[in-house]
């Protein structure tokens, strides 16, 4: 049993008996930062953990440990979990509120920032704790898990914005959340007339894919259109496993699509993104939706590639993949700018009614507006 106190969402006793695999995986992971004493870590790891577990905490479930290769130094899935001392090392610039969640939070677990949809935060916990997260900070700082009550406030607000006809569920991670805590949410969500869609952003096919269960797909089944947004990073993250876990959500009828962030040493390569993306749509029925720019969240920079490099590779990428396969190239800018597309730009100038915009081929094209006057 877990000691960490505040660590309450996973451990979901009531569905011991009818769901044992996914509580054995995530017993038999990385729970809390000592654990990782037993692992091959390098003394450079093994000495910043520690430290680096206080900022962000650690936790890895046994399908996502089973995939590092610990023959590999900067293998891409160590990479995502494992502490490194440079996280240690804060630059200039870096934030602990990157995209300003609480400057557009009216009450508690809720951030309305687009007027017809919220972000809901039913939980600050996860499956797994991604190093490059960037909402480490308020996971750390509140750090709570999953009660009717602490949601109550953000549900009456939904209840009087009728604007709002979309909760996404993120946070911490959703799907960490028992199958009882999933249904009450989806069922007072559900109660509300104006929400028509439920989006839930998780790891947790990718890092913990025995816990898409059936039970877990009966507590979301209800009136409410259902999406869920994955989180793959890497091409190595598509196994039997979550293959098997994204059937299940496509079986189900909800929408999946993912959403990857760009990490310099974990994914900034083009050939690695084309598998991830091809793989994903392809094999996992995973439409890819966003590439993340890394955001500014501290201890960071050595992940972070410049804009200019992501720019490069979705071009290359533009060129390799059907429309279906590429995903949207995006910045989450600070202060609450929102998320925008980087490009690059096809449009190179106008002049009146007459356009300059590079083809695919990379030729500069002129293209006369024709419409009716
Ligand atoms: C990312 C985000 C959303 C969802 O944006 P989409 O472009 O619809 O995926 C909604 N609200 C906030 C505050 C966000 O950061
Ligand atoms: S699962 Fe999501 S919220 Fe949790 S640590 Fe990873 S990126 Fe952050």
């Not at 804060?90 to 400057?103: M, N, R, T, V």
């Not at 025995?210 to 993250?237: K, Q």
Request: aromatic fraction near 6%; glycine fraction near 6%; charged fraction near 25%.
């Amino acid at each position: 049993m877990t000691t960490d106190a505040k660590f309450n969402d996973m451990k979901a006793s009531d569905q011991r008996a009818a769901d044992p695999a996914w509580q054995d995986d995530v017993r038999a992971g990385v729970r809390h930062v000592r654990d990782l004493a037993a692992l091959p870590l390098s003394p450079a790891e093994r000495s910043a953990a520690q430290e680096a577990a206080v900022n962000h905490k650690v936790r890895i479930p046994k399908p996502y440990l089973d995939l590092i290769d610990w023959n590999d130094p900067s293998d891409p899935i160590r990479a995502q979990v494992i502490p490194s001392p440079d996280e240690l090392v804060e630059a200039e610039g870096e934030l602990d509120d990157p995209i300003a969640d609480h400057a557009y939070s009216p009450v508690p677990r809720l951030t309305h920032r687009h007027a017809d949809r919220v972000l809901l935060f039913p939980t600050y916990q996860c499956a797994v704790y991604c190093r490059f997260c960037f909402r480490k900070e308020s996971l750390t700082a509140i750090g709570r898990g999953y009660t009717r009550e602490a949601l109550e406030e953000a549900f009456a607000y939904i209840e009087v914005h009728p604007e709002i006809r979309e909760v996404i569920l993120t946070g911490g991670d959703p799907l960490s959340l028992p199958d009882k805590a999933l249904g009450e949410i989806r069922a007072r969500i559900e109660a509300i007339p104006h929400v028509r869609l439920l989006r839930i952003h998780t790891r947790v096919p990718v890092a913990l894919p025995s816990r898409i269960t059936a039970g877990l797909v009966g507590a979301l089944d209800g009136r409410l259109m259902v999406t869920v947004v994955t989180h793959f990073n890497h091409p190595l993250e598509i196994t039997d496993a979550t293959e098997a876990a994204c059937r299940r959500l496509r079986q189900a009828g909800y929408v999946l699509l993912n959403q990857s962030v760009l990490l310099k040493g974990v994914n900034d390569s083009v050939e690695v993104l084309e598998e991830l993306c091809r793989e994903l749509m392809y094999r996992l029925g995973v439409k890819p939706y966003y590439l993340h720019h890394g955001d500014l969240a501290r201890g960071m920079a050595h992940r972070r590639t410049t804009i200019a490099e992501g720019q490069a590779l979705v071009s290359a990428l533009r060129a390799r993949l059907s429309g279906i396969c590429n995903p949207t190239f995006v910045i989450d800018l600070p202060e609450g700018g929102g998320k925008v597309p980087l490009g690059p730009s096809h449009i190179e100038g106008c002049d009146g009614e007459t356009w300059r915009i590079r083809g695919q081929d990379g030729k500069a094209r002129a293209y006369r507006e024709v419409v009716r006057k």
